[in-house]
């Protein structure tokens, strides 16, 4: 089984700081637009989800999936506190995968930052990605440069190619190794 991330490391990840080098805005912005529906698996505690709720405004949505109870409840208060839960599907993942044949061929847009590394089926993932985009949906791929070699980002972006989805283009993010796919 791959290593996961603890779920109370989630709190470090909030940290104020990071905006600094991994502005969500910044990140976001070009690729969610209002009324998209989005996909995030691995939320954490929604470093990214408040902004992609954001963005999507009123008629948008973000489903997030995550197999860690207390990551979705910590992101289900800040999604209250900051007055967007009505933007936010949460789902309670599974080891064996997403769950989420119901958004075929509905999202958008699939946010996959620093969570496909931990997964077990890295092909699944791609291939639930996949399923759930719509013709010309965009999917984010990035990667931790310090956890995630380069040998084993070019096989997720192999596996995601076999899925049907096409590099588009090769972000510079921070301290991250990055692409991303559109479905075509």
């Known amino acids: 089984m791959p290593h996961r991330c603890p779920w109370y490391l989630g709190y470090f990840l909030l940290n104020p700081l990071r905006r600094l080098r991994q502005n969500p805005t910044g990140l976001l912005k070009p690729q969610v637009h209002v009324g998209d529906r989005v996909l995030e698996p691995g939320p954490g505690m929604g ?86 985009l719509k013709s010309g949906g965009r999917l984010l791929l990035a990667e931790p440069a310090g956890h995630v070699s380069e040998a084993f980002f070019a096989q997720e972006c192999a596996a995601a190619e076999a899925a049907g989805l096409s590099v588009i283009e090769r972000p510079d993010i921070w301290q991250s190794r990055a692409a991303v796919f559109a479905k075509i």
């Open 47 to 132: 470093y990214f989800t408040l902004e992609l709720a954001r963005l999507v405004g009123p008629t948008g949505k973000v489903h997030v999936v995550d197999i860690e109870p207390r990551m979705l409840k910590a992101l289900g208060r800040r999604a209250r506190a900051a007055r967007l839960e009505s933007r936010v599907d949460m789902r309670l993942g599974r080891e064996d995968g997403l769950g989420i044949a119901d958004l075929a061929g509905e999202i958008d847009f699939v946010l996959a930052f620093a969570v496909v590394h931990e997964l077990g089926d890295v092909a699944g993932f791609f291939g639930e990605a996949a399923a759930a």
